[in-house]
């Protein structure tokens, strides 16, 4: 059974957590493993949203005695309630449970808990069979907790796609593209003052779900900045028209964020904050830059650190850390085994 997110363009819910979950579901389909879907997110909007638990444990108790292993991937605030409540869940049924928090929001959210439920969740998520959890850091924090879930990484990946990479001999252009939900704290306002003061020497496109209303402006300017919103299978063919991918965020709940590792498999390399786990993602001077949150000055400089001598090497150096770390293919087959090794406990 696997339980998680699913992508909702009808409400521009296209999120990191929900392109990882539907990248592990074409996975499994692609290897034809059969499986029962739970969308914790079946609805979305207005007072609708407070039936996802009803509908979720319906939904897994129809489901859990008809399968071996309970796979729940959520975000942290979710999974505050739905890993426990997948605990017992799979105890009751003699069922195998992995856990899966998307982001690196749950260390913060841990030290919140007051001592009931941090008492919770040691008595649940940190007694499940598996435990994946995004960056090192992560791994690390909660390695150190004890409990016995076997402590994994699981970090984020995409899939290879060679034949839709950024032209090695496409000469570099200045051209920049943001990716993402449109908002405050993904530095979208800073990256479009980086924008204004680069002006024509520099090419910055947006494109996303408009999050904030400060930015609703975007979608009424002529062959203005803002793009509109991709579906899934856009964003390479999208993304490989430009050369570098910008992400000035210091979003709280920020993890390992999905659409560097997307630029990284066209080639592209990246200008990234220095926030969060994103350190753990870019190799400094060879796979992009870091910038400090909030600096319009620190991005515009990384922006003009880009150039035609320095850009092949970049690029090149983009693609095989993809290659190396973030195939979905590897990552997700090496999941496939341990999945496959409880059921054979």
Not at 89 to 103: D, N, Q, Y
Not at 164 to 169: E, F, I, L, N, Y
Not at 261 to 273: F, T
Request: with cysteine; aromatic share 12%; charged share 25%.
């Amino acid at each position: 059974m696997l339980v998680g997110p699913l992508p909702n363009l009808d409400f521009q819910k296209t999120g990191g957590a929900r392109i990882s979950f539907s990248y592990l579901l074409d996975f499994m389909e692609r290897r034809q493993r059969s499986y029962y879907l739970v969308n914790s997110r079946r609805y979305e909007r207005g007072w609708k949203k407070w039936w996802n638990p009803i509908y979720v444990l319906l939904a897994m108790l129809r489901c859990v005695g008809r399968v071996e292993v309970v796979f729940v991937n959520e975000s942290k605030g979710g999974a505050s309630f739905l890993f426990p409540l997948a605990y017992y869940l799979a105890r009751a049924f003699g069922k195998r449970l992995i856990v899966r928090p998307f982001g690196s929001g749950l260390k913060e959210h841990y030290q919140r808990y007051g001592a009931l439920q941090r008492a919770l969740f040691h008595r649940t998520v940190l007694r499940a069979d598996i435990f994946y959890l995004q960056t090192r850091d992560l791994l690390h924090f909660f390695a150190e907790l004890g409990g016995p879930a076997r402590k994994l990484q699981l970090p984020t990946s995409r899939e290879a796609h060679p034949e839709q990479a950024r032209p090695s001999d496409r000469p570099y252009a200045a051209r920049f593209v943001y990716l993402g939900q449109l908002k405050k704290s993904k530095g979208v306002g800073v990256l479009l003052a980086a924008a204004a003061e680069l002006g024509s020497a520099a090419t910055v496109h947006l494109y996303g779900a408009l999050e904030d209303a400060d930015f609703e402006y975007l979608k009424d300017q002529t062959d203005g900045p803002y793009r509109g919103l991709l579906r899934k299978e856009e964003v390479l063919a999208r993304l490989r028209e430009y050369d570098v991918l910008v992400l000035p965020t210091w979003f709280v709940g920020e993890g390992y964020p999905g659409v560097l590792i997307e630029a990284y498999a066209l080639g592209l390399p990246v200008i990234a904050s220095r926030w969060k786990a994103i350190p753990e993602l870019v190799r400094e001077g060879e796979t992009g830059w870091l910038v400090e949150p909030q600096s319009v000055a620190d991005l515009v400089a990384a922006m003009r650190r880009f150039d035609a001598s320095n850009y092949p090497t970049l690029s090149q150096n983009a693609r095989r850390y993809f290659e190396s770390d973030f195939d979905a293919e590897r990552v997700l087959e090496r999941v496939l085994q341990e999945i496959e090794s409880l059921r054979d406990e």
